[in-house]
């Protein structure tokens, strides 16, 4: 099955400074990759996502870029603002055939620093 | 369109006892999966239900059930609460087509605390 892994676990960046934030998964045969966002107090809610036939997303200050050889996927922040401070999660499909299920990253906590 | 809405926001429970949690999904969505979040652990996928069945389900003992009924609306519940338990249950709903076709919508979760 499918194994997320997710690095760093925290990430401390200068306001007006980018942060990227990188996930690792397992099977190959993985075609979509969402991004969610969890501010304080809140559920996650997501904020970009890609899928395998395309390299690179972009959403504003948000890009999530996916390297299918290495198998690794990143968000792109730019230009960070204090409200990009929360817990980022990368996701990938239980499995490919039925995508019905996420596995998830554990978390990173990115702290914007005025 | 209302958000997903899980009630209460807040619960304390002691060893032993069961609890029984609410999520009412967007209009219009009939999958309604249950996560179990934890600082430990991230995001732990409990089940998902779709049209009143469940279709997925997670690596949790039997303790953790759910159901949900003819109008989307969904419950979970734990029974013989352990300390463990203490974590963020957090709903989620969607079109159920699918995690790549069908994002996820979260509620802002129910904190449960076991003591």
């Known amino acids: 099955g499918e194994n997320v892994e997710q690095h760093p676990s925290t990430l401390s960046v200068q306001e007006g400074d980018s942060a990227v934030i990188k996930c690792t998964y397992s099977?190959?045969?993985?075609?979509?990759f969402p991004w969610y966002k969890q501010e304080l107090g809140k559920g996650p809610q997501l904020i970009i996502d890609i899928r395998s036939n395309v390299g690179e997303k972009k959403d504003q200050r948000i890009a999530v870029t996916l390297n299918k050889t290495a198998k690794h996927f990143s968000l792109h922040i730019t230009e960070t603002q204090p409200e990009d401070s929360a817990v980022y999660f990368c996701?990938?499909?239980?499995?490919?055939?039925?995508?019905?299920?996420?596995?998830w990253g554990a978390g990173t906590k990115l702290i914007i620093k005025p | 369109k209302a958000g997903v809405t899980q009630t209460p926001r807040y619960l304390i429970k002691t060893r032993g006892q069961q609890v029984t949690l609410s999520c009412s999904p967007i209009s219009g969505h009939r999958s309604v999966s249950w996560y179990q979040q934890t600082p430990g652990q991230g995001l732990q996928f409990l089940f998902e239900y779709f049209s009143e069945t469940q279709r997925n389900k997670g690596n949790f003992p039997g303790r953790f059930s759910g159901r949900q009924f003819s109008n989307s609306r969904s419950e979970m519940n734990v029974s013989t609460l352990e300390l463990g338990d203490s974590a963020l249950y957090l709903c989620?709903?969607?079109?159920?087509?699918?995690?790549?076709?069908?994002?996820?919508?979260f509620g802002n979760g129910t904190r449960l605390t076991v003591t």
């Open positions: 996701a990938a499909p239980q499995s490919p055939n039925s995508n019905y299920q996420l596995i």
């Open positions: 989620a709903s969607s079109l159920g087509q699918g995690a790549s076709n069908s994002p996820l919508h």
């Open positions: 099977d190959s045969a993985s075609n979509y």
